[in-house]
């Protein structure tokens, strides 16, 4: 997913790439998000990462138990959460420049690339993983919508803005939507994605 748009609290331009990958019965999420300019510098190298992951064979916790309707309140430790119930982390290259931080109960690996404008954001890149598919349909669209400030569809309306796309012989879901309400920049909304 590619998604440009404006940071609500600086309105200043900003972008989230994120890539989803389902192995093994767990979703990994792969995000970069931060300043437009930066994000559009820095995608070059996101898809070198992407790229260079690497999964051992056999090396997934098919316990894994956490997801977003599983995790714990972040000042609450839980197993769930630890090290060990999650699945084997992949192996990658970071990219020249990433500097890696420290993971937290959510996100297996977190980095940062540091800003190229004076006073400017840093870029932030994320690496997640959950079991299963994340909720599903119905609840990712409901999820995008609200982002744009619609309000939320039933199992029945999902035909009205979603459609089947052939990915080089696998099945997805094309969802496209729109809100013609005008931002504060004058513009609608609008989010495409691809499940």
Do not use: C, Y
């Not at 999420?29 to 931060?34: A, D």
């Not at 990433?98 to 937290?104: A, I, T, V, Y």
């Not at 800003?115 to 959950?130: H, K, M, Q, R, W």
């Not at 005008?182 to 994605?193: I, M, N, P, W, Y």
């Amino acid at each position: 997913f590619d998604l440009a748009g404006k940071d609500p609290q600086t309105e200043q331009p900003t972008r989230i790439l994120d890539a989803l990958l389902s192995d093994q019965g767990t979703t990994w999420f792969f995000k970069m998000l931060g300043p437009d300019k930066l994000v559009v510098e820095q995608k070059p190298a996101f898809l070198q990462f992407l790229k260079s992951v690497g999964f051992q064979p056999g090396a997934h916790a098919h316990e894994h138990a956490h997801g977003p309707q599983a995790l714990p309140e972040p000042s609450t430790p839980s197993p769930s959460a630890s090290v060990e119930s999650r699945p084997e982390k992949p192996t990658w290259q970071v990219p020249a420049g990433w500097l890696e931080q420290p993971p937290s109960a959510m996100v297996q690996a977190r980095f940062t690339i540091p800003a190229t404008e004076p006073a400017g954001s840093p870029g932030l890149v994320s690496v997640s993983a959950f079991s299963g598919p994340v909720g599903g349909l119905l609840a990712n669209v409901n999820r995008w919508r609200e982002q744009i400030g619609l309000g939320p569809v039933s199992e029945t309306e999902l035909t009205k803005v979603t459609s089947a796309l052939d990915l080089n012989g696998q099945k997805a879901t094309l969802v496209d939507m729109a809100n013609p309400g005008q931002t504060k920049s004058g513009e609608s909304d609008r989010l495409v994605a691809a499940i």
